[in-house]
């Protein structure tokens, strides 16, 4: 068994990290050891979640961060530097789902939204972070995927296209700079039993397509503590030396062994558990 402090004097930078899978990373990282930096849109969340680091015997600092801000981030990486040492580590989390409908239906703004924190804020970390790790040769990037990475998603255009465009630059990233010491890593989650799952957005007249989701939920969603300690694997020694992999929690096996677990459960007459969603309506523009 590898040792719980597989990564004992790294330094770590988490964008997103105030809540959910961001703050789960963050966690596992500094559990393995790492000092950690993590941002977010909140100044009081960000600040919230550094004082929970803290408090769990972590070397944890944190500044508020809007990705899509190219200063933001640096001023981030700066914070991270300054405070904790050279960056060893940067894990771009941050994003934002529109909410569920057909494209033209939705605000302009949220769907602005989407293309400015995972499109833009993913470009924004990657080239701070690997302006930080080439010259030393050294250093590790993962971009987190999402569903629709490998595929359209209708209902879900901008989330699904926004991720195929992270795996794409991503793997375009781990070319560019193979054999740079660098590491640059796809990773998809999977199911995150987060808010971002379990409280969505839909455009009146497309809430009641969504019902299924509470019984994908009970077969294939895993707590955040799942794909973080996934993350700590890709950020480990026995990827030293490795570039342009991409790893997802929704294997075949894992689909297949969620599936048989809900078989037992329901065998045993415990049903499945399905988790009420909690979906807003969102009003089409005028006309449609």
Not at 259 to 266: E, K, P
């Amino acid at each position: 068994m590898a040792s719980k402090k597989v990564l004992e004097g790294k330094v770590a930078v988490v964008t997103g990290a105030s809540r959910g899978l961001g703050l789960a990373i963050a966690k596992a990282l500094a559990e393995s050891g790492a000092a950690v930096c993590i941002g977010s849109r909140s100044a009081e969340a960000t600040a919230r979640a550094v004082a929970s680091l803290v408090a769990g015997g972590a070397r944890a600092v944190g500044r508020a961060c809007d990705v899509s801000d190219p200063e933001a981030v640096e001023a981030l990486a700066d914070l991270a530097e300054s405070s904790l040492g050279p960056i060893d580590f940067w894990v771009n989390n941050a994003g934002l789902s529109a909410p569920y409908g057909p494209t033209a239906h939705l605000p302009i703004g949220a769907l602005r939204a989407v293309v400015d924190t995972n499109i833009a804020g993913t470009m924004n970390g990657s080239v701070v972070a690997l302006r930080r790790f080439l010259p030393r040769a050294g250093g590790k990037l993962v971009n987190l995927l999402g569903r629709g990475d490998d595929g359209a998603i209708p209902l879900q255009n901008l989330y699904s296209s926004s991720k195929v465009w992270v795996r794409n630059f991503t793997r375009a990233l781990a070319k560019e700079y193979a054999g740079s010491g660098v590491g640059i890593f796809a990773f998809n989650p999977g199911l995150v039993l987060t808010d971002m799952l379990s409280r969505i957005e839909a455009v009146r007249g497309h809430e009641g397509k969504l019902r299924p989701l509470a019984v994908v939920k009970a077969l294939w969603g895993s707590p955040a503590e799942v794909p973080a300690a996934r993350v700590v694997a890709l950020l480990s020694p026995r990827t030293d030396g490795r570039t342009g992999l991409v790893d997802r929690v929704l294997s075949p096996g894992f689909m297949l062994r969620g599936a048989l677990s809900a078989l037992w459960r329901m065998a045993r007459g415990r049903g499945l558990g399905e988790e009420e969603l909690e979906i807003t309506v969102v009003e089409p523009p005028e006309g449609l």
